[in-house]
Each structure stands twice: as C-alpha cells, then as structure tokens.
C-alpha cells in the first residue's frame, strides 16, 4: 500500500479510512478511475502501456497484478481522487 502521509484522513461511505483500501478491489480500483479519467487521462497521469495501447480492464489487471511499482502508482491515484472526492475537492 502507499504510504501518503500528506494526506488528510478521509472515510468512504461505510466508514473506513480511503487510504488504507478495505474492501476494494484492484478491479474496482481500475473500474473508478477509468469512470473517473478515462484511458488517455490515466496513461497521462501514470506512464504505463496498457493505459496507451489497446487498454482494457482485463488486460490492465493482468499488468498491475504481476508489476507492484504500477500497482502502487494506481492505488496512490485511486487513494488521492477519492480523497479529494469525499473531502469535495473535486
């Protein structure tokens, strides 16, 4: 998990703190996001290709599974969009 010490506490609907992902799920994780900022925005926000060629939930699960450097850079965007979501920052 990311550590985001800068970040303000933030709690999702049932309570538990964004940051630490209780519950969530990588797809649902990949599935926010991309509802979020679509393909081209994510592989703006995080250099990776299976944002750039051909993306798709699927394929983008099968990468950040096997590569923990992706998937940290994922959870972080996740942990920072929600925040700033449920804090109304966005």
């Not at 506490?9 to 799920?25: F, K, M, N, Y």
């Not at 592989?43 to 450097?69: E, Q, Y």
Request: hydrophobic share 40%; aromatic share 8%; proline share 7%.
């Amino acid at each position: 998990m990311p550590d985001l010490p800068n970040l303000p506490d933030a709690r999702d609907e049932s309570g538990h703190l964004i940051r630490e992902l209780h519950g969530v799920t990588l797809a649902q994780i990949l599935e926010y996001l991309v509802a979020a900022y679509g393909w081209p925005e994510l592989d703006n926000r995080i250099r990776i290709n299976c944002f750039a060629v051909n993306p798709s939930i699927k394929s983008s699960l099968t990468f950040l599974r096997r590569t923990p450097w992706a998937r940290a850079k994922v959870e972080e965007l996740y942990i920072r969009t929600r925040t700033a979501e449920v804090l109304g920052k966005k």
